[in-house]
């Protein structure tokens, strides 16, 4: 795969922090890319608030166009309150909407890493969740957010009722089930596949699916079955037992986020967006944050994990991606903190010093 690529990257720091902590990681890209000989090009584009300020859309024309031609997309964040007024459907959030649309980026990873050195920052016991590392596949664009029929009627008694439908093709549940394989091939080699086969027919099939994917082409991978009530509880009582989670739109979404709960900042964790050929979007799970924005505070440590993941998932540069997870860690052995992770005894630092610190740490 790596030799069809151009090696093309396309950064879009947005909107709000989204600058600053993508200065931060592009210095850190410069960095690996030099180190570890990549090849790795990349350009400038604007999208949400900066895209409308500059060309009167969210998403405009010559932002798709960058858009298509990279392998790889590095996004800040969008958003902010001086476009809460224009017209919902040109508003910053729609451009980001638009371009996971235009794009099919139907598989979105989420990890819930919590480096040891953090484990005090989780409302858990540190002894649960020190080490944790757990990679969630949630599928993106099907299920009960797409679903049609959808809407609110009327009955005949007068009542109103509402009601949606959550339907999945085999073909969607294969190829995000596919994903988490792959994934799962890259990490501990165990998937659990989460659904609520019990009750819901479409999960029985996601279910059926899954299991016929992984004893025709991963026999190597280690395949369990979950409910979703009990991968909740789970979560919380026990972690670590998970190495990767597959699920659909709505599991995932819930389950993604009391997942990234566990790791106490949400500032530490990066996310991707794929297709099917491992083209991403990689983005840090916080937004935009416009009320700290331009105050070198923000931590760009999400953002710099986002760029280790695109190296592990887009370029497959497995080396360089664990470089900068190190680097990390080492800089966190430290004692350097940002204010969102800010502990007693430890040093606080800011944006710009604490991507200078994980710069300084790859040499």
Known sequence: ?????????????????????????????????????????????LLGGAAIDAHGSPYPEVTSEQAKKADA?????????????????????????????????????????????LADASSLKPEIVAGLDILIVRELTGGIYFGQPRGIRELENGEKQGYNTDVYSESEIKRIAKVAFEMASLRGGKVCSVDKAN??????????????????????????????????????????????IVTGNLFGDILSDEAAMLTGSIGMLPSASLDENGKGMYEPCHGSAPDIAGQNIANPLATILSVAMMLRYTFRAEEAAKAIEDAVGNVLDQGLRTTDIMSEGMQKVGTVEMGQAVVAALN
């Open 1 to 45: 795969m790596e030799n069809l690529m151009s090696k093309q990257i396309l950064i879009l720091a947005g909107d709000g922090i989204g600058p600053e902590i993508v200065k931060a990681a592009e210095q850190v890209l410069t960095r690996v890319n030099e180190k570890f000989n990549l090849g790795l090009t990349w350009e400038q584009g």
């Open 73 to 117: 997309i590095l996004l800040g964040a969008v958003g902010g309150p001086q476009w809460d007024n224009i017209e919902r459907s040109i508003r910053p959030e729609r451009g980001l909407l638009k371009l996971r649309s235009e794009l099919n980026l139907f598989a979105n990873l989420r990890p819930a890493i919590l480096y040891p050195q």
């Open 199 to 244: 009750v819901l027919e479409v999960t029985e099939l996601w279910k059926q699916t899954v299991t016929a994917l992984k004893e025709e082409h991963y026999p190597n991978i280690n395949l369990s079955h979950m409910y979703v009530d009990n991968a909740a509880m789970q979560l919380v009582r026990a972690p670590k037992q998970f190495d990767v």
